[in-house]
């Protein structure tokens, strides 16, 4: 395997510690890059809504990558409501900023977007969704959605403008250990914080969903390197037969914790959310390698663990 040079933006993150964790153990050279102060090794400060210090890196700082992984983003529906002016700036004019860099300078990028993208399409979601489909009101119901989504399209004209070479991939529902808890994070996170600390949470019935664990993720993101091929785009979750009602992980969460189901509360479907996403990834196995090894039981386990261990 030939040693690559690799950025990663939002590399900080959640996502984006466990990928640098991943790339680097393959014995690539990796820097990381996020908005925070940090004085972890092989990591530079830098926000991506502001061109200046993302020049600086690329070209000041004479730091000269072979590959970009584009994860820097503001995440979920909610937080993209009550925070749309980050949002929007990052997430837009963000991947625009290093997609302005691709163009200058030739690197590779694997661009993060979105399951969240699908919106409430009521079929299998195979990457091909977005191109057979026009876009209707029951589609990206979220400016999260849309903002990743317009990510996408920036990708998409600034190949076919300037031949610029990205791989696109959606993530879906990826959890796991690296993972602080916010109200705005993912119901996985979500339900064991609350369950540790004994508070109340709601379950709503009739949703179904497929996670993936992150090291299960990052390892499939990682092969990218190895079977790079421009243009594409890849949903990355977890294995089919792994979907479960949102009930059904709330209830893993509770025994995996000790508690018992009266800290929650059961309503109907949430409104503005999409019931039942029901995903195609076997282009990610084809291309990718993509092999989920780790049972929601046994991930959900060891999330528990680490949040006790921060917490």
């Known amino acids: 395997m030939e040693t690559e040079r690799i950025l990663v933006t939002g590399g900080g993150g959640f996502i984006g510690t466990n990928l640098v964790n991943e790339l680097r153990k393959r014995g690539h ?47 979920g529906r909610w937080n993209g409501e009550d925070y749309y002016e980050n949002l929007w700036a ?30 409430d399409y009521e079929g299998i979601m195979s990457e091909d969704v977005m191109e057979k489909n026009p876009i209707k009101d029951t589609y990206q119901m979220n400016d999260y959605a849309i903002t990743k989504w317009a990510g996408e399209l920036m990708c998409l ?8 070479e990205t791989v696109r991939v ?21 339900f064991i914080h609350h369950a ?44 089919p037969e792994w979907e479960k009602e949102i009930k059904d992980y709330s209830d893993l969460v509770l025994k995996a914790v000790g508690r018992e189901d009266s800290i929650v509360s059961y309503k109907e479907a949430e409104p503005f959310t999409t ?16 092999d989920p090894k780790v049972t929601p039981e046994e991930g959900i386990k060891r999330t528990v663990e680490w949040m006790k261990s921060i917490y």
Not at 91 to 118: C, D, P, W
Not at 279 to 290: E, T, Y
Request: glycine letters at 8%; hydrophobic letters at 35%; charged letters at 30%.
């Open 29 to 75: 050279e990796v820097i990381a890059l996020d908005l925070y102060n940090s004085d972890r090794d092989d990591y530079i400060r830098a926000d991506v809504r502001n061109y200046r210090q993302l020049e600086r890196v690329f070209e000041i700082e004479k730091w000269k990558f072979d590959y970009v992984y584009h994860l820097a983003a503001e995440y």
């Open 90 to 119: 990052t997430n837009v004019i963000g991947t625009k900023h290093i997609i302005r860099l691709q163009e200058k300078l030739g690197f590779k990028m694997v661009f993060f977007s979105s399951a969240e993208v699908y919106g």
């Open 157 to 164: 004209n600034s190949a076919k403008m300037f031949g610029t």
């Open 170 to 190: 959606r993530p879906v529902n990826c959890y796991g250990p690296g993972e602080h808890y916010t109200p705005y994070r993912g119901f996985i996170p979500k």
């Open 196 to 239: 540790l600390f004994n508070k109340p949470y709601v379950v709503y019935k009739g949703h179904k969903r497929i996670i993936d664990y992150v090291e299960d993720t990052c390892r499939t993101f990682a092969n990218i390197v190895d079977n790079f091929i421009p243009g594409e785009v890849y949903n990355v979750g977890g294995r």
């Open 275 to 290: 019931k039942i996403k029901t995903m195609d990834f076997s282009k990610a196995v084809r291309d990718l390698g993509h």
